[in-house]
């Protein structure tokens, strides 16, 4: 009965093909992401220590205790959003 009314009700489209939705765009935004020093300060920051890595694997005792490297970094990830891209090694 379950799968006659779900058969019924829901409609599979197999096209290949996808609606363009009014005003939005298809171009990539990274150039709007704004990264600053004191942003990454803030969220390292407020990183507990006592919790396991995240997704990406790193502790948060690893960022704290590599702090003094946000000024480097903030500027490389400025010019990488500005440019849109990512470097390969970021994507692997």
Known sequence: ???????????????????????????????????T????????????????SGPDGVHPVFLKNTKSLIGPLTKMMQFSMEEGKLPQQWKE
Do not use: H, Q, V, Y
């Not at 093909?17 to 298809?26: D, E, S, V």
């Not at 004191?38 to 396991?52: M, Q």
């Open 37 to 52: 020093e004191a942003k990454i300060d803030k969220i390292i920051a407020s990183l507990k220590t006592n919790l396991s």
């Open 1 to 35: 009965m379950f799968a006659t009314e779900f058969k019924n009700s829901f409609i599979s489209d197999t096209s290949s093909t996808f609606p363009t939705i009014a005003g939005r765009r298809n171009e990539r935004c990274l150039d709007t992401i704004e990264i």
